[in-house]
């Protein structure tokens, strides 16, 4: 079994910054694709940041310019760097991998989550 573990989640004023970090662990044969997404009370979740194991990045556009995703692949982390933090940046944000184990195909995998709340 491979899980994600997020941390670095909090309460922070507007304008803030809070650095996110995700440790995938288990059986991991290779990580594609890793990234954040987050889901506000009464939405749906949404991307936020992916990144593969090639160092290519998507952003949503509430993210670009502020937010910046970034990966260790030795270690299977990603992190997320999210500077100018709004109001509407408040939800809880999951870590996303697309991995493969021997004996299994290709799957999602999400963590539990961790809050962010932005407010003052």
């Known amino acids: 079994q491979v899980q994600l573990v997020e941390s670095g989640g909090g309460l922070v004023q507007p304008g803030g910054s809070l650095r996110l970090s995700c440790a995938a662990s288990g059986s991991i044969f290779r990580i594609e694709a890793m990234g954040w997404y987050r889901q506000a009370p009464g939405k749906e979740r949404e991307l936020v940041a992916t990144?593969?194991?090639?160092?290519?990045?998507n952003y949503a556009d509430s993210a670009k310019g502020r937010f910046t995703i970034s990966r260790d692949n030795a270690k299977n982390m990603v992190y997320l760097q999210m500077n100018s933090l709004k109001p509407e940046d408040s939800a809880v944000y999951y870590c996303?991998?697309?991995?493969?184990?021997?004996?299994?195909?290709?799957?999602?995998?999400w963590g539990q989550g961790t809050q962010v709340t932005v407010s003052s």
């Open positions: 990144t593969t194991s090639g160092g290519m990045t």
């Open positions: 996303y991998a697309y991995v493969y184990t021997p004996g299994r195909p290709w799957e999602n995998r």
